[in-house]
Protein backbone atom coordinates (compact mmCIF):
# COMPACT_ATOMS: atom_id res chain seq x y z
CA UNK A 1 0.00 0.00 0.00
CA UNK A 2 1.16 3.31 -0.86
CA UNK A 3 0.15 6.92 0.56
CA UNK A 4 -2.36 6.09 3.32
CA UNK A 5 -5.13 8.54 3.05
CA UNK A 6 -4.89 11.19 6.27
CA UNK A 7 -0.83 10.38 6.58
CA UNK A 8 0.29 14.13 7.29
CA UNK A 9 -2.75 14.63 9.78
CA UNK A 10 -2.15 15.14 13.37
CA UNK A 11 -5.14 14.22 15.98
CA UNK A 12 -4.80 14.72 19.30
CA UNK A 13 -6.93 12.37 21.28
CA UNK A 14 -8.18 13.10 24.87
CA UNK A 15 -10.77 9.49 25.42
CA UNK A 16 -10.87 6.70 26.97
CA UNK A 17 -13.12 3.43 26.77
CA UNK A 18 -13.82 2.10 23.57
CA UNK A 19 -16.28 4.80 21.35
CA UNK A 20 -14.21 7.36 21.01
CA UNK A 21 -10.83 5.53 21.15
CA UNK A 22 -12.13 3.24 18.59
CA UNK A 23 -12.61 6.26 15.94
CA UNK A 24 -9.19 7.28 16.67
CA UNK A 25 -7.67 3.73 16.41
CA UNK A 26 -9.33 3.81 12.75
CA UNK A 27 -7.92 7.66 12.03
CA UNK A 28 -4.38 5.74 13.04
CA UNK A 29 -4.86 3.12 10.55
CA UNK A 30 -6.26 5.24 7.81
CA UNK A 31 -2.26 6.91 8.22
CA UNK A 32 -3.43 10.07 10.93
CA UNK A 33 -0.31 10.41 13.66
CA UNK A 34 -2.77 10.43 16.69
CA UNK A 35 -1.57 11.49 19.75
CA UNK A 36 -3.44 9.58 23.20
CA UNK A 37 -2.95 11.94 26.45
CA UNK A 38 -4.21 9.69 29.05
CA UNK A 39 -3.71 9.81 32.91
CA UNK A 40 -0.99 8.34 34.42
CA UNK A 41 -3.88 5.99 36.32
CA UNK A 42 -4.13 5.04 32.67
CA UNK A 43 -7.39 4.36 30.72
CA UNK A 44 -9.42 2.40 32.58
CA UNK A 45 -9.98 0.03 29.65
CA UNK A 46 -6.71 -0.75 30.49
CA UNK A 47 -8.00 -2.90 33.68
CA UNK A 48 -10.71 -4.24 31.85
CA UNK A 49 -11.49 -8.02 32.73
CA UNK A 50 -13.43 -9.42 30.18
CA UNK A 51 -15.42 -12.21 29.49
CA UNK A 52 -13.15 -14.18 31.94
CA UNK A 53 -10.19 -12.92 30.59
CA UNK A 54 -8.17 -10.98 32.87
CA UNK A 55 -5.84 -7.77 31.61
CA UNK A 56 -2.34 -8.88 30.75
CA UNK A 57 -3.49 -12.60 29.24
CA UNK A 58 -1.25 -14.01 26.98
CA UNK A 59 0.94 -11.00 27.11
CA UNK A 60 -1.67 -8.33 26.10
CA UNK A 61 -4.73 -6.33 27.82
CA UNK A 62 -6.83 -7.04 24.23
CA UNK A 63 -9.60 -4.79 24.05
CA UNK A 64 -7.49 -1.48 25.16
CA UNK A 65 -4.59 -2.86 22.25
CA UNK A 66 -7.50 -3.19 19.45
CA UNK A 67 -9.45 0.86 19.99
CA UNK A 68 -5.72 2.12 20.37
CA UNK A 69 -3.65 0.32 18.37
CA UNK A 70 -1.20 2.43 15.74
CA UNK A 71 -1.37 5.50 18.32
CA UNK A 72 1.31 7.68 20.52
CA UNK A 73 1.02 7.88 24.40
CA UNK A 74 1.74 11.04 26.53
CA UNK A 75 0.88 9.88 30.39
CA UNK A 76 -0.53 13.16 31.36
CA UNK A 77 -2.67 14.41 34.34
CA UNK A 78 -4.96 17.14 32.88
CA UNK A 79 -6.14 18.19 36.40
CA UNK A 80 -2.54 18.90 37.55
CA UNK A 81 -1.62 22.44 37.71
CA UNK A 82 0.27 23.52 34.32
CA UNK A 83 -1.00 20.30 32.17
CA UNK A 84 -3.65 22.32 30.26
CA UNK A 85 -0.77 24.85 28.73
CA UNK A 86 1.12 21.89 27.62
CA UNK A 87 -1.93 20.23 26.16
CA UNK A 88 -2.83 23.42 24.33
CA UNK A 89 0.78 23.16 22.99
CA UNK A 90 0.12 20.00 21.57
CA UNK A 91 -3.28 21.32 19.78
CA UNK A 92 -1.31 24.36 17.89
CA UNK A 93 -0.44 22.81 14.70
CA UNK A 94 -3.42 20.01 15.18
CA UNK A 95 -5.58 18.80 12.70
CA UNK A 96 -8.01 17.19 14.39
CA UNK A 97 -8.90 17.41 18.80
CA UNK A 98 -10.79 14.05 19.33
CA UNK A 99 -12.89 13.97 22.70
CA UNK A 100 -14.92 11.60 24.80
CA UNK A 101 -15.01 14.03 28.29
CA UNK A 102 -18.64 14.94 29.55
CA UNK A 103 -19.57 18.86 28.95
CA UNK A 104 -18.94 19.61 32.78
CA UNK A 105 -15.25 18.09 32.70
CA UNK A 106 -14.32 19.98 29.39
CA UNK A 107 -15.51 22.93 31.10
CA UNK A 108 -13.63 22.72 34.25
CA UNK A 109 -10.42 21.11 32.32
CA UNK A 110 -10.86 24.18 29.83
CA UNK A 111 -10.93 21.94 26.78
CA UNK A 112 -14.07 23.14 25.29
CA UNK A 113 -15.11 24.16 21.90
CA UNK A 114 -13.98 27.59 22.38
CA UNK A 115 -10.94 27.02 24.80
CA UNK A 116 -9.58 24.70 21.97
CA UNK A 117 -9.91 26.66 18.61
CA UNK A 118 -8.97 30.00 20.65
CA UNK A 119 -5.64 27.72 20.28
CA UNK A 120 -5.87 26.64 17.05
CA UNK A 121 -8.94 28.09 15.06
CA UNK A 122 -8.74 25.68 12.11
CA UNK A 123 -8.83 22.43 13.87
CA UNK A 124 -11.68 19.79 13.92
CA UNK A 125 -13.02 19.41 17.28
CA UNK A 126 -14.64 16.13 17.28
CA UNK A 127 -16.73 14.67 20.22
CA UNK A 128 -17.88 11.69 20.53
CA UNK A 129 -21.24 11.51 23.47
CA UNK A 130 -23.51 9.22 24.74
CA UNK A 131 -27.20 10.97 23.42
CA UNK A 132 -26.10 13.44 21.29
CA UNK A 133 -24.54 17.76 22.10
CA UNK A 134 -28.33 19.05 23.06
CA UNK A 135 -31.12 18.47 24.97
CA UNK A 136 -31.72 17.42 28.89
CA UNK A 137 -29.42 14.40 28.28
CA UNK A 138 -26.39 15.80 26.70
CA UNK A 139 -24.58 16.50 30.38
CA UNK A 140 -25.34 12.76 30.97
CA UNK A 141 -22.76 9.65 30.21
CA UNK A 142 -23.39 6.90 28.07
CA UNK A 143 -22.08 3.53 26.84
CA UNK A 144 -23.05 1.22 24.03
CA UNK A 145 -25.14 -1.28 26.75
CA UNK A 146 -27.14 1.63 27.41
CA UNK A 147 -26.91 4.72 24.58
CA UNK A 148 -26.99 2.46 21.63
CA UNK A 149 -28.14 -1.13 22.59
CA UNK A 150 -31.06 -0.48 25.23
CA UNK A 151 -32.21 2.90 24.12
CA UNK A 152 -32.01 2.95 21.09
CA UNK A 153 -34.58 0.31 20.52
CA UNK A 154 -32.00 -2.45 19.51
CA UNK A 155 -32.07 -4.51 22.74
CA UNK A 156 -36.12 -4.56 21.99
CA UNK A 157 -35.82 -5.31 18.38
CA UNK A 158 -33.74 -8.55 18.78
CA UNK A 159 -35.30 -9.86 21.74
CA UNK A 160 -38.20 -12.71 21.10
CA UNK A 161 -41.42 -11.61 23.08
CA UNK A 162 -41.56 -14.65 24.86
CA UNK A 163 -37.96 -13.87 26.65
CA UNK A 164 -39.03 -12.58 30.52
CA UNK A 165 -35.82 -9.56 29.98
CA UNK A 166 -33.99 -8.23 26.57
CA UNK A 167 -31.65 -10.06 25.50
CA UNK A 168 -27.78 -8.27 26.10
CA UNK A 169 -25.29 -7.27 23.44
CA UNK A 170 -23.80 -9.94 21.65
CA UNK A 171 -20.04 -8.58 23.07
CA UNK A 172 -18.27 -5.94 24.58
CA UNK A 173 -18.00 -3.27 22.45
CA UNK A 174 -20.34 -3.83 20.29
CA UNK A 175 -21.96 -0.16 19.65
CA UNK A 176 -18.66 1.32 20.32
CA UNK A 177 -16.76 -0.11 17.20
CA UNK A 178 -19.65 0.30 14.72
CA UNK A 179 -20.15 3.96 16.41
CA UNK A 180 -16.48 4.95 16.07
CA UNK A 181 -16.01 4.04 12.42
CA UNK A 182 -18.86 6.06 11.71
CA UNK A 183 -17.08 8.99 13.80
CA UNK A 184 -14.08 8.56 11.63
CA UNK A 185 -16.09 9.01 8.58
CA UNK A 186 -17.72 12.06 10.16
CA UNK A 187 -13.89 13.41 10.91
CA UNK A 188 -12.86 12.48 6.92
CA UNK A 189 -15.72 14.39 6.00
CA UNK A 190 -14.83 17.66 8.44
CA UNK A 191 -11.02 17.38 6.84
CA UNK A 192 -12.15 17.24 3.04
CA UNK A 193 -14.77 20.47 3.83
CA UNK A 194 -11.36 22.26 5.44
CA UNK A 195 -9.30 22.04 2.58
CA UNK A 196 -11.93 23.09 0.60
CA UNK A 197 -13.07 26.26 2.41
CA UNK A 198 -10.36 26.74 5.26
CA UNK A 199 -13.07 26.68 7.88
CA UNK A 200 -12.62 23.76 10.76
CA UNK A 201 -15.67 22.24 12.40
CA UNK A 202 -17.51 20.85 15.26
CA UNK A 203 -18.08 16.91 14.27
CA UNK A 204 -20.44 15.11 17.20
CA UNK A 205 -20.91 11.52 16.92
CA UNK A 206 -23.14 9.63 19.39
CA UNK A 207 -24.11 5.99 20.35
CA UNK A 208 -27.55 7.08 20.31
CA UNK A 209 -27.69 8.03 16.54
CA UNK A 210 -25.50 5.49 15.31
CA UNK A 211 -28.09 2.81 16.79
CA UNK A 212 -31.05 4.76 15.47
CA UNK A 213 -29.17 4.90 12.07
CA UNK A 214 -28.55 1.21 12.11
CA UNK A 215 -32.48 0.58 13.19
CA UNK A 216 -33.94 2.75 10.80
CA UNK A 217 -36.41 0.60 9.36
CA UNK A 218 -37.97 -0.13 12.06
CA UNK A 219 -38.33 3.48 13.39
CA UNK A 220 -39.72 5.02 9.98
CA UNK A 221 -42.03 1.95 9.64
CA UNK A 222 -43.50 2.03 13.34
CA UNK A 223 -43.62 5.57 12.76
CA UNK A 224 -45.29 5.36 9.67
CA UNK A 225 -47.97 2.97 10.63
CA UNK A 226 -48.81 4.35 14.55
CA UNK A 227 -46.76 1.68 16.26
CA UNK A 228 -44.16 1.39 19.01
CA UNK A 229 -42.33 -1.49 17.37
CA UNK A 230 -42.58 -3.74 14.09
CA UNK A 231 -43.19 -7.43 14.41
CA UNK A 232 -40.32 -9.29 15.84
CA UNK A 233 -38.18 -11.06 13.61
CA UNK A 234 -38.64 -14.76 14.92
CA UNK A 235 -38.27 -17.67 12.78
CA UNK A 236 -42.27 -17.75 12.67
CA UNK A 237 -42.83 -14.51 11.94
CA UNK A 238 -41.35 -14.36 8.46
CA UNK A 239 -43.60 -13.73 5.30
CA UNK A 240 -40.59 -15.86 3.16
CA UNK A 241 -39.62 -19.02 4.42
CA UNK A 242 -36.64 -18.92 2.39
CA UNK A 243 -35.53 -15.72 4.49
CA UNK A 244 -34.45 -17.80 7.85
CA UNK A 245 -32.48 -19.95 9.61
CA UNK A 246 -32.08 -23.48 9.55
CA UNK A 247 -30.24 -26.10 11.37
CA UNK A 248 -28.60 -29.63 10.04
CA UNK A 249 -28.71 -32.88 11.25
CA UNK A 250 -25.20 -32.52 13.03
CA UNK A 251 -26.31 -28.66 14.60
CA UNK A 252 -24.90 -26.15 12.46
CA UNK A 253 -27.00 -23.65 10.77
CA UNK A 254 -27.85 -21.92 7.06
CA UNK A 255 -29.01 -18.29 7.02
CA UNK A 256 -31.20 -18.17 4.02
CA UNK A 257 -31.92 -14.98 1.91
CA UNK A 258 -33.68 -14.78 -1.00
CA UNK A 259 -35.75 -12.38 -1.39
CA UNK A 260 -37.90 -13.25 -4.22
CA UNK A 261 -39.12 -16.44 -2.75
CA UNK A 262 -40.88 -17.00 -6.11
CA UNK A 263 -38.18 -17.05 -7.87
CA UNK A 264 -36.04 -19.47 -6.17
CA UNK A 265 -38.73 -22.25 -4.75
CA UNK A 266 -38.50 -24.26 -7.38
CA UNK A 267 -34.69 -24.29 -7.64
CA UNK A 268 -34.22 -24.42 -3.97
CA UNK A 269 -36.54 -27.03 -3.86
CA UNK A 270 -35.21 -29.46 -6.03
CA UNK A 271 -31.39 -28.82 -4.93
CA UNK A 272 -32.41 -29.86 -1.61
CA UNK A 273 -34.30 -33.12 -2.98
CA UNK A 274 -37.88 -32.02 -2.54
CA UNK A 275 -38.97 -31.95 -5.41
CA UNK A 276 -42.65 -32.36 -4.41
CA UNK A 277 -42.40 -29.41 -2.28
CA UNK A 278 -42.25 -27.48 -5.50
CA UNK A 279 -46.02 -27.69 -6.53
CA UNK A 280 -47.40 -28.61 -3.01
CA UNK A 281 -51.24 -27.04 -2.91
CA UNK A 282 -49.97 -24.85 0.64
CA UNK A 283 -46.80 -24.14 -1.06
CA UNK A 284 -46.73 -23.25 -4.53
CA UNK A 285 -46.69 -19.46 -4.49
CA UNK A 286 -45.28 -17.14 -2.12
CA UNK A 287 -48.92 -16.23 -0.86
CA UNK A 288 -49.51 -19.59 0.06
CA UNK A 289 -46.25 -19.73 1.74
CA UNK A 290 -47.15 -16.65 3.40
CA UNK A 291 -50.94 -18.47 4.26
CA UNK A 292 -49.42 -21.68 5.71
CA UNK A 293 -45.78 -20.05 6.88
CA UNK A 294 -45.74 -22.46 10.12
CA UNK A 295 -46.13 -25.37 8.01
CA UNK A 296 -43.97 -24.35 5.52
CA UNK A 297 -40.87 -23.40 7.75
CA UNK A 298 -41.73 -27.00 9.21
CA UNK A 299 -41.72 -28.80 6.27
CA UNK A 300 -38.14 -26.97 5.07
CA UNK A 301 -36.85 -27.80 8.59
CA UNK A 302 -37.54 -31.42 8.03
CA UNK A 303 -35.63 -31.08 4.37
CA UNK A 304 -32.50 -29.60 6.31
CA UNK A 305 -32.62 -32.42 9.48
CA UNK A 306 -31.96 -34.79 6.76
CA UNK A 307 -28.27 -33.32 5.71
CA UNK A 308 -25.49 -32.93 7.45
CA UNK A 309 -23.65 -29.41 7.38
CA UNK A 310 -21.13 -30.24 4.52
CA UNK A 311 -23.76 -31.94 2.94
CA UNK A 312 -26.83 -29.04 2.87
CA UNK A 313 -23.73 -26.75 1.80
CA UNK A 314 -23.17 -28.89 -1.44
CA UNK A 315 -26.90 -28.74 -1.90
CA UNK A 316 -27.32 -25.63 -2.04
CA UNK A 317 -24.32 -24.60 -3.95
CA UNK A 318 -26.82 -26.12 -7.06
CA UNK A 319 -29.31 -23.26 -7.02
CA UNK A 320 -29.46 -19.89 -7.31
CA UNK A 321 -30.45 -18.61 -4.71
CA UNK A 322 -28.61 -16.72 -1.84
CA UNK A 323 -27.43 -18.08 1.41
CA UNK A 324 -24.43 -18.22 3.33
CA UNK A 325 -23.49 -20.18 6.69
CA UNK A 326 -23.88 -19.05 10.16
CA UNK A 327 -20.50 -18.65 12.56
CA UNK A 328 -19.30 -18.33 15.34
CA UNK A 329 -16.48 -15.21 16.42
CA UNK A 330 -13.33 -17.33 16.83
CA UNK A 331 -14.32 -19.18 12.92
CA UNK A 332 -13.73 -16.05 11.00
CA UNK A 333 -10.37 -15.76 11.09
CA UNK A 334 -10.07 -18.99 9.30
CA UNK A 335 -12.88 -17.79 6.63
CA UNK A 336 -11.39 -17.90 3.55
CA UNK A 337 -13.36 -14.19 2.14
CA UNK A 338 -11.42 -13.18 5.52
CA UNK A 339 -8.10 -14.69 4.23
CA UNK A 340 -8.08 -13.55 0.88
CA UNK A 341 -9.22 -9.64 2.02
CA UNK A 342 -6.82 -9.15 4.89
CA UNK A 343 -9.66 -8.44 6.99
CA UNK A 344 -7.59 -9.70 9.98
CA UNK A 345 -3.99 -9.33 10.47
CA UNK A 346 -1.51 -10.71 12.81
CA UNK A 347 -0.06 -7.57 14.64
CA UNK A 348 3.86 -8.34 15.89
CA UNK A 349 4.87 -6.31 18.95
CA UNK A 350 8.62 -7.09 17.89
CA UNK A 351 9.12 -8.73 21.10
CA UNK A 352 7.88 -12.29 20.31
CA UNK A 353 4.06 -11.18 20.77
CA UNK A 354 1.77 -11.47 17.81
CA UNK A 355 -1.65 -10.12 18.56
CA UNK A 356 -4.47 -10.81 15.86
CA UNK A 357 -6.53 -7.78 15.20
CA UNK A 358 -9.94 -7.16 12.83
CA UNK A 359 -8.62 -4.83 9.97
CA UNK A 360 -10.56 -1.12 9.75
CA UNK A 361 -13.36 -2.30 7.58
CA UNK A 362 -12.53 0.29 4.68
CA UNK A 363 -10.12 -0.42 2.52
CA UNK A 364 -7.84 1.79 -0.38
CA UNK A 365 -6.52 0.53 -2.81
CA UNK A 366 -8.34 -2.59 -1.93
CA UNK A 367 -5.72 -3.31 0.21
CA UNK A 368 -6.20 -3.05 4.12
CA UNK A 369 -4.84 -0.48 5.96
CA UNK A 370 -1.83 -1.95 7.93
CA UNK A 371 -1.91 -2.37 11.77
CA UNK A 372 0.68 -1.33 14.23
CA UNK A 373 0.55 -1.85 17.84
CA UNK A 374 -1.05 0.24 20.81
CA UNK A 375 1.76 1.94 23.30
CA UNK A 376 2.33 1.33 26.43
CA UNK A 377 1.21 3.83 28.88
CA UNK A 378 3.57 7.00 28.63
CA UNK A 379 5.64 5.71 26.10
CA UNK A 380 5.80 8.40 23.75
CA UNK A 381 5.78 11.20 26.45
CA UNK A 382 9.40 12.28 26.12
CA UNK A 383 8.95 12.47 22.81
CA UNK A 384 6.00 14.48 22.03
CA UNK A 385 7.43 17.18 24.76
CA UNK A 386 10.19 17.54 22.74
CA UNK A 387 8.34 17.98 19.59
CA UNK A 388 6.65 20.82 21.42
CA UNK A 389 9.59 22.90 22.59
CA UNK A 390 10.22 21.09 26.00
CA UNK A 391 14.08 20.59 26.97
CA UNK A 392 14.96 17.49 28.79
CA UNK A 393 14.82 19.90 32.47
CA UNK A 394 11.54 21.06 31.27
CA UNK A 395 10.39 17.33 31.08
CA UNK A 396 11.84 16.42 34.03
CA UNK A 397 10.39 19.18 36.49
CA UNK A 398 6.64 18.80 34.46
CA UNK A 399 7.41 14.73 36.40
CA UNK A 400 8.23 16.17 39.37
CA UNK A 401 5.33 18.40 39.15
CA UNK A 402 3.02 15.42 38.88
CA UNK A 403 1.77 17.11 35.38
CA UNK A 404 3.59 14.16 33.33
CA UNK A 405 4.09 10.54 34.39
Known amino acids: MGQRPLEGIKVVEVSMWAFVPSCGAVLADWGASVTKVEPATG ?10 IAPGHGGFTFMYEIFNRGKRNVAMDLTAEGATDLLYKMVEDADVFLISLLPAARR ?5 IDDIRAINPKIIYAVGSGQGAFGDDAEKGGYDSISFWARSGIASAVTPNDLPYPLQMPGGAFGDGTSGAIFAGGIAAALLMRANTGEGSVVDGSLMATAMWALQPGIVGSTLIGVDELPKMTRNAVPN ?10 HRYLQLCMLQGQRYWPGFCTAMGAPELVEHPDFAT ?7 IDACIAAVDAVFAKFTFEQACAALANQGGQWDIVQKAGELPRDRAAIANGYTQDVDYGDGRVLKMVSTPVQFDRKPSPISPAPALGAHTDEVMAEIGLDEEAIINAKVAGILL
Open 241 to 250: PLVNTYRTSD
Open 108 to 112: KLKVD
Open 43 to 52: DPMRGLNYAG
Open 286 to 292: DALRFAN
